[in-house]
């Protein structure tokens, strides 16, 4: 399943996140490659030493956290591994898979990858996220604030941008329900009762379906 949200973040925490990030050093993205992506990035990404990293991620995970659609449809174990991403000019990042498994000390796995838009579409040109599906090519330019989410599993390439600089933040979550289509089907089900619940109150059908859901939660859950 792939989810975009408009607005995740604030206006003022747009803010913060594009002044910090214009004052702060980025380095070249092909530190946090894995062998193969090594080949095919080009992009600049904030310093990990950076201060600024910290107070950042927690802005990004706290508006993650908050939104009611992240966290039925996605069903967040661990949000890890955040990186804020530059492309100038001819910059791209091509066709490539996540890593499975990311971290340090502690080694997570990527179930869904996403990215946050920070900059206007309109002062960027080029720049495009493609997710690469059998059926073909989806491509993504999302307004600045807006978020999508993709599971890991695809192959996706971001486009070489022609002019102007496009600044993401990019990370991946661990979910409850590791499996796409299991995380699908809770999510639908949970949508239709809380329509349910919102139309006739907690009657019969709704409460056949909150069974249902807490049973395939109870089946599926990967703690």
Do not use: C
Request: glycine share 6%; net charge neutral.
């Amino acid at each position: 399943m792939i989810l975009t949200i408009d607005n995740i973040v604030t206006p003022e925490e747009l803010t913060q996140l594009t002044t910090t990030l214009s004052r702060s050093n980025f380095v070249d993205g092909q530190t946090t490659a894995g062998w193969h992506a090594k080949l095919v990035k080009q992009n600049q990404q904030l310093e990990k030493t950076s201060p600024d990293v910290k107070p950042l991620e927690d802005l990004v995970i706290n508006a993650l956290q908050r939104n009611l659609l992240f966290k039925l449809a996605i069903n967040p174990k661990q949000i890890h591994s955040l990186r804020f991403s530059r492309y100038e000019p001819e910059m791209h990042y091509g066709s490539h898979t996540d890593n499975a498994l990311m971290g340090g000390k502690q080694f997570f796995r990527s179930d869904v990858s996403f990215t946050l838009f920070l900059s206007s579409p309109d002062s960027y040109e080029g720049g495009e996220l493609i997710i690469e599906k059998p059926e073909g090519d989806l491509s993504y330019k999302l307004n600045a604030g807006s978020i999508i989410f993709y599971p890991s599993t695809f192959l996706h390439r971001v486009e070489t941008v022609k002019t102007g600089t496009r600044l993401v933040v990019v990370g991946w979550i661990q979910s409850l329900i590791r499996d796409t289509a299991k995380r699908e089907i809770l999510f639908d089900i949970d949508t239709v009762r809380r329509a349910i619940f919102a139309k006739e109150g907690k009657s019969v059908e709704f409460d056949l379906l909150a069974k249902t859901h807490a049973n395939l939660l109870r089946q599926w859950a990967d703690l």
